[in-house]
């Protein structure tokens, strides 16, 4: 379904639900003779509908979870298209996770009917909304039939009305990196501060200094990626191979320019590298334009077009165990490159990586930091008010990045399969 169709759905039928549910809450709370909120959890729902990179900055909040509450069922609930990572992640029973299908809209309703029995079924008494803002998402968590309810919460800010159904509210804090604050979600809990995100620091587990988790992948996945890509591909034989995500995805604002990713792929290629595009198949003229670019220059350089290559996730990462290096436009590439040994170059502007850089010591960010940057928040539900010219990532030099690039390139060593 069309992201701005999806965001005029969550406004203008979710606002008016949001405060039908909250008269009902409201009535249900008045009238209950006894409060149960305080008792001890016996499952919980993490609610993460959003894109893929949000489930791997989640980690250290189901790690949270459980240890917190080592004896309860941990179920998810999340767009089907993001299925993959989270199972590979295995921090959850996949019989646990429940998906919803955001192609159409009678899908989506169907989709989220089903998942509501099955929630109510497993007698989920905890809903964790990760959403920033998302009405739907608060939504799900009341028809869940949790008695628990957390959420980011407006508090005394303008906008942005989920209704008052959330009992557990969370004010969201744009100054605190996401994977932290969905820390604050999980032990809000049991806080009985207010705000409930009044509570000792604890930061995730990379700036407390521990390595990130690494995916466990089939080592014959890994193998197979290295025979097709000799197979296909023989002029890269032998060479360090760089992948880059020219793409944009749903946010084509958030793309670093094309000219620029050429000119940063003729000197790598200059460098002796293979360049790999890399991208879903929506990607390939974009990235067949890149390829087309160098070769104008670089007639015989090896620079390949991998859009649409990888059948999966896994294959994803086991392409990451085999290069040297990621560029990659602020997106879900970076952050699922943090579950492998791969160093990773994102370029963010529109986005901070205050707020979402991959939690990994093997990452750089660039970021220009302009006055109206970052642009896509959780207050505008990430629709940028930008007419388009992204100066913000156009201002950062292909040649500051090509010189990270080979810092990058020293430090790595080959991953063998």
Same mark, same amino acid.
């Given at each position: 379904m069309n992201i701005n169709v999806q965001r005029w759905i969550d406004r203008w039928v979710g606002i008016p639900l949001c405060a039908a549910v909250s008269v009902l809450d409201a009535i249900d709370r008045r009238f209950r003779t006894t409060s149960n909120t305080e008792q001890a959890p016996r499952a919980i729902v993490i609610i993460l509908l959003s894109e893929m990179g949000s489930l791997v900055l989640a980690h250290d909040m189901f790690a949270r979870l459980k240890t917190r509450y080592p004896h309860v069922q941990l179920h998810a609930l999340l767009f089907g298209k993001n299925r993959e990572i989270?199972?590979?992640?295995?921090?959850?029973?996949?019989?646990? %996770?429940?998906?919803?299908?955001?192609?159409?809209?009678?899908?989506?309703?169907?989709? &989220?009917?089903?998942?509501? %029995?099955?929630?109510?079924?497993?007698? =989920?008494?905890v809903a964790i909304d990760c959403e920033l803002f998302s009405?739907?998402?608060?939504?799900?968590?009341?028809?869940?039939?949790?008695?628990?309810? %957390?959420?980011?919460?407006?508090?005394?800010?303008?906008?942005?009305?989920?209704?008052?159904?959330?009992?557990?509210?969370? +004010? *969201?804090?744009?100054?605190?990196?996401?994977?932290?604050?969905?820390?604050?979600?999980?032990?809000?809990?049991?806080?009985? #501060? =207010? /705000?409930?995100?009044?509570?000792?620091?604890? #930061? /995730?587990?990379i700036f407390s200094g521990k390595p990130p988790p690494? =995916?466990?992948?089939?080592?014959?996945?890994? #193998?197979?990626?290295?025979?097709? &890509?000799?197979?296909?591909?023989?002029?890269? #034989?032998?060479?360090?191979?760089?992948? =880059? *995500?020219?793409?944009?995805?749903?946010?084509?604002?958030r793309a670093w320019p094309l000219a620029s990713y050429t000119t940063l792929c003729e000197g790598l290629v200059d460098d002796g590298c293979a360049v790999a595009v890399i991208g879903l198949k929506d990607d390939q003229a974009l990235a067949q334009q890149l390829v087309v670019n160098v070769k104008r220059t670089h007639a015989d350089s090896p620079v390949i077009d991998l859009t649409g290559y990888t059948r999966s996730i896994a294959e994803l990462l086991g392409l990451f165990h085999v290069a040297r290096l990621l560029v990659t436009n602020d997106g879900g590439p970076g952050q699922f490159a943090a579950?492998?040994?791969?160093?990773?170059?994102?370029?963010?502007? +529109?986005?901070? /990586?205050?707020?979402?850089? +991959?939690?990994?010591?093997?990452?750089?960010?660039?970021?220009?930091?302009?006055?109206?940057? +970052?642009?896509?928040?959780? *207050?505008?539900?990430?629709?940028? *008010?930008?007419?388009?010219?992204?100066?913000c990532l156009k201002v950062i030099a292909p040649e500051d990045v090509l010189a990270k690039s080979r810092e990058c390139l020293q430090d790595s060593e080959p991953v063998s399969a």
């Open positions: 989270l199972d590979l992640m295995r921090v959850i029973d996949p019989a646990n %996770v429940h998906t919803v299908d955001d192609k159409s809209l009678a899908g989506l309703l169907g989709s &989220l009917w089903r998942a509501m %029995v099955q929630l109510r079924r497993a007698k =989920v008494d009405r739907i998402s608060s939504l799900l968590s009341y028809a869940s039939g949790a008695r628990v309810r %957390v959420g980011f919460h407006r508090h005394t800010q303008e906008g942005l009305y989920r209704g008052s159904h959330i009992n557990r509210p969370v +004010p *969201y804090n744009p100054y605190h990196h996401i994977s932290a604050q969905f820390l604050t979600l999980a032990r809000a809990i049991d806080s009985t #501060a =207010v /705000p409930k995100s009044k509570l000792p620091a604890m #930061a /995730p587990a690494q =995916v466990q992948l089939d080592p014959a996945l890994k #193998a197979d990626i290295e025979r097709r &890509l000799a197979q296909d591909f023989p002029a890269i #034989a032998g060479k360090p191979l760089v992948l =880059v *995500y020219p793409g944009g995805g749903i946010l084509p604002i579950l492998t040994p791969i160093w990773t170059l994102m370029l963010f502007g +529109p986005e901070t /990586p205050g707020l979402y850089a +991959p939690l990994t010591p093997r990452c750089h960010s660039f970021y220009s930091q302009w006055p109206c940057s +970052p642009c896509l928040t959780a *207050y505008n539900h990430r629709s940028s *008010y930008c007419d388009g010219d992204n100066q």
